[in-house]
């Protein structure tokens, strides 16, 4: 990597202005212009760009600059949610306010125009009071405000369009507005000029064209606005001051100025303002938003708390590990952002046809013009006038360049709802493509841990022999030895004082407990000490059928009891992979266990396909393998001891709970351990991959059905023109249908609440 590459910057700025794919594609062409700019990203739904910089090149000012210049406005994103929020509320206002004046001045001008049109007696009544000239000029009257102020914002944006040679949504309303204006305003001070019966006002169709687009606008705005509802949700979790100790004294400051270090106490019912460890007091706090669980956590001294979690009872003090952007819950809302801001390879390719759609219209308009005027009956030119303006209006690209930002943005925002955090936009594609599911076994299958699950008692009670394991056991730090133990402790039973502990690796160990001699270990460890467990042999033959370690017990020589160690499979598992299994997709087991043991798992979970012996550096070659043979995958693991099969896979999902969550070794992270979020995660892509194309489609179908209806080639047949009113209207309704499409992605509910 050179030196420039390692000193890139980042550079994110608000783009407000923009209405369309052309829009979003202009916006990055002048900032890829710029020398030093490696790399610029626009969403149209978030309103954002997103430059990656050589600062000694360029800097964001003069990035700001390239945007305005542009002829759209360039915003510092605001930290706190609620400018951008007032921002938005104030757009809609405008908005709303623009449109009120259209519709008012335009309401009276269509019925000027149309209703003596359609009712003879209202044109009788309108000569009594003044000539049709009058009228008409009252038309331009009740025209002009509601083109040149209330249509304002679509001139100042289409100059700045043609300008750069790179004509949008802007450059048609303007042109096909202003054409409708201007045509009317000669044909009424010089109707002369005109051959006879084509000076025709068409003052109503360009103060309604306006009108309409911007009630499309209106209502767009309304609905871009909820798409984000899922960063709003998570920021609002954050905490806005801390309590600090300082100089022994307890402070509120701004969450912001909390360092690392600090001393932050908490009281019940707060919420804690960043990541730390506890350092005095305890308490229970509600950590459902991170790990899914809505039972409490105890904390207590060296216990770790995240960021925006509530305390439920008691107070504590925590020392603050990490703040500002390095908490668990800002490293959540920026992984939202990114891939709501990310482009999957669906969007390129529209970006690219939208960019030559605005240029290839203006060509079609003039062309259906032209063959109307040498074509057309009379008067050809009214004719011509109306097809070439409604091709304009009917053609704004509004609806592409709003198809699959929003659809991202509202299936990544409900994903995260229900845990599941796609790093990139890219990765909801990818997911809906997946074909085989590889998942690792230890801690993604199963628990990760060892626990006591079996109990078959020779001789004596089994609370005593459990008694007397427990007390040997105790003194060493294995993990069986570990299991053993917590699982006497969570049935109950007390757990006496061992003396005279030994330990023997690899075989077992032994303890007096109670007077009695304890011996606990493998066969081979009963073997040495001469014990005979021929008469256990079926029970150890069936905990290892069900991938169970069996543990010997034996007192004062004999043997008293068999015991079953295993790592336990994750609650709904099982479920998982049956859900996997529906969706007709591939579950394969990855594991570096024994056949024997491997199978075992397997066929408690369902998975027909298992490869077992595997080596942790071996695991991304096992994906490869796959993909060789031409297979989709998606690999599951937890997120560190197989970072390189993530990295591999196609779609790399990492299991994380609690703060450990591993942001940088998957596209996905499932932040609350359950295996149905890997369901979730693919059935979610695949419904938001169907939006964008059932998007794409009333988008461009609507476009290519309408183009030649708007250019008159159902004249011939049908005797029949499309008004360039009805033309605005339609474009307006396109865009409304795709955002509301994207938002029902709202209602998708995961597996289990099926």
Not at 608 to 618: C, G, H, S, W, Y
Request: aromatic share 6%.
């Amino acid at each position: 990597m050179s030196d420039g590459q390692q000193n890139l910057l980042k550079f994110d700025v608000g783009v407000q202005g923009m209405t369309c794919a052309s829009c979003v594609a202009r916006v990055e062409r002048v900032l890829k212009k710029q020398p030093g700019v490696v790399s610029a990203t626009v969403n149209l739904a978030t309103e954002k760009a997103s430059v990656e910089y050589d600062p000694q090149a360029v800097n964001p000012q003069r990035l700001k600059v390239v945007i305005v210049d542009a002829g759209y406005e360039a915003v510092d994103l605001a930290r706190e949610t609620d400018t951008q929020e007032e921002a938005r509320q104030e757009e809609q206002r405008a908005l709303t306010r623009d449109l009120a004046v259209g519709a008012a001045l335009s309401v009276p001008l269509v019925l000027l125009a149309m209703v003596p049109m359609l009712v003879p007696a209202a044109m009788h009544a309108l000569h009594r009071v003044a000539s049709m000239q009058v009228w008409g000029f009252v038309q331009l009257l009740l025209a002009t405000p509601v083109v040149f102020w209330v249509g304002r914002r679509f001139f100042r944006q289409g100059a700045a369009e043609l300008r750069h040679l790179s004509p949008g949504m802007n450059t048609l309303v303007m042109m096909g507005s202003s054409a409708a204006y201007f045509y009317s305003l000669v044909a009424l001070v010089a109707p002369g000029i005109f051959p006879e019966g084509t000076a025709h006002l068409y003052f109503e169709a360009s103060a309604v064209i306006i009108t309409l687009i911007l009630l499309g606008k209106l209502l767009e705005a309304r609905a871009k606005g909820r798409t984000s509802d899922a960063i709003k949700k998570l920021v609002q979790l954050q905490a806005k001051t801390a309590r600090v100790i300082r100089d022994g004294a307890s402070v509120e400051i701004p969450v912001d100025a909390v360092v690392p270090g600090d001393r932050v106490q908490v009281r019940p019912g707060e919420r804690v303002p960043v990541d730390g460890v506890v350092v005095e007091g305890q308490s229970f706090v509600d950590e459902s938003m991170i790990t899914g669980e809505p039972i409490p956590v105890e904390k207590g001294a060296d216990s770790t708390v995240v960021g925006g979690t509530i305390n439920s009872s008691g107070a504590f003090v925590f020392k603050a590990t990490q703040v500002g952007g390095d908490t668990v819950l800002a490293q959540i809302i920026r992984l939202v952002e990114q891939a709501q801001n990310d482009k999957p390879p669906i969007q390129q390719v529209a970006d690219k046809v939208a960019a030559v759609f605005v240029p290839v219209v203006m060509v079609v308009s003039l062309l259906t013009f032209v063959v109307w005027m040498l074509v057309g009956p009379s008067p050809t030119l009214s004719y011509a006038f109306v097809a070439a303006v409604s091709v304009l209006l009917i053609a704004c690209p509004c609806a592409m360049g709003l198809a699959t930002p929003t659809a991202i943005m509202v299936g990544t925002g409900k994903a995260a709802e229900l845990g599941a955090l796609f790093r990139e936009g890219a990765a909801l594609e990818t997911m809906a493509h997946v074909d085989t599911v590889v998942l690792d076994k230890t801690g993604t299958l199963t628990k990760g841990r060892p626990e006591l699950t079996d109990v078959e008692v020779f001789g004596g009670e089994e609370a005593d022999v459990l008694a007397w394991v427990a007390a040997a056991e105790d003194q060493s730090e294995h993990p069986i030895a570990r299991a053993l133990v917590a699982g006497a402790k969570e049935r109950g039973i007390e757990v006496p004082r061992a003396e005279s502990f030994q330990a023997e690796a690899g075989y077992g160990l032994s303890a007096r407990v109670t007077g009695r001699r304890v011996e606990v270990g493998a066969d081979r460890f009963m073997k040495k000490l001469g014990i005979d467990v021929s008469s256990s042999a079926d029970v150890a033959r069936r905990y290892g059928e069900d991938a169970k370690t069996p543990i010997y017990v034996a007192v004062d020589g004999a043997l008293v009891a068999i015991l079953a160690v295993a790592d336990p499979l994750k609650s709904g598992a099982a479920e998982a992979i049956a859900g996997l299994k529906e969706l007709g997709l591939t579950a394969i087991m990855l594991t570096g266990d024994n056949q024997r043991t491997a199978h075992a798992v397997a066929d408690q979970v369902g998975i027909d396909q298992v490869l077992a012996e595997v080596l942790p550096d071996q695991k991304a070659a096992e994906v490869k393998r796959l993909q060789a043979k031409g297979s989709k995958v998606a690999f599951v693991g937890d997120g560190i001891n197989d970072a390189p099969a993530l990295a591999q896979a196609d779609a790399g999902i990492a299991i994380g709970t609690g703060t450990d969550i591993a942001i940088e070794a998957g596209d996905v992270i499932l932040m609350r351990g359950e295996l149905s979020g890997i369901v979730d995660a693919v059935r979610l892509a695949r419904r938001t991959l169907r939006t964008i194309r059932l998007n794409f489609f009333w988008a461009y179908a609507y476009n290519v059905a309408l183009i030649p209806v708007a250019a008159g080639v159902l004249y011939p047949v049908l005797r029949m023109l499309l008004n360039p009113m009805l033309a605005a209207f339609a474009m307006s309704l396109s865009s409304v249908f795709v955002v509301s499409n994207s938002l029902r992605l709202r209602g998708f509910s995961p597996r289990s609440a099926h």
